[in-house]
């Protein structure tokens, strides 16, 4: 059984930080590439970030290149979004995200609002 638990997420001032997390567990972690995504309300879900099986290769969303940084760790089958500089616009919920062999995966979401 394929499960996510997604963590991290929480109200926080324009210019903060914080750091995502979503352990992964019910399929083999390394064999997949992992990804972000968000979805803010009334908007379609956008992809944010994207690491490879490996960890050699990322893909940012032009809108948080610079301030977003994706990262894994499979031995701990968790994948991680460091987020800094948080802006008003970053507000959504955010989902972890695996693809490979032919599957797809999709974590719970967890909510992040960015607010004074």
């Known amino acids: 059984q394929v499960q996510f638990v997604e963590s991290g997420g929480g109200l926080v001032q324009p210019g903060g930080s914080l750091r995502l997390s979503c352990a992964a567990s019910?399929?083999?972690?390394?064999?997949?590439?992992m990804s972000w995504y968000r979805q803010a309300p009334g908007k379609d879900r956008e992809l944010v970030a994207l690491?490879?099986?490996?960890?050699?290769?990322?893909t940012y969303a032009d809108s948080v290149k610079g301030r977003f940084t994706i990262s894994r760790d499979n031995a701990k089958n968790t994948v991680y979004l460091r987020m800094n500089s948080l802006k008003p616009g970053d507000t959504a919920v955010y989902y972890c995200?695996?693809?490979?062999?032919?599957?797809?995966?999709w974590g719970q979401g967890t909510q992040v609002t960015v607010s004074s």
């Open positions: 690491i490879s099986s490996a960890g050699g290769s990322t």
């Open positions: 019910g399929f083999t972690f390394r064999n997949y590439a």
């Open positions: 995200h695996a693809h490979g062999l032919g599957d797809d995966y």
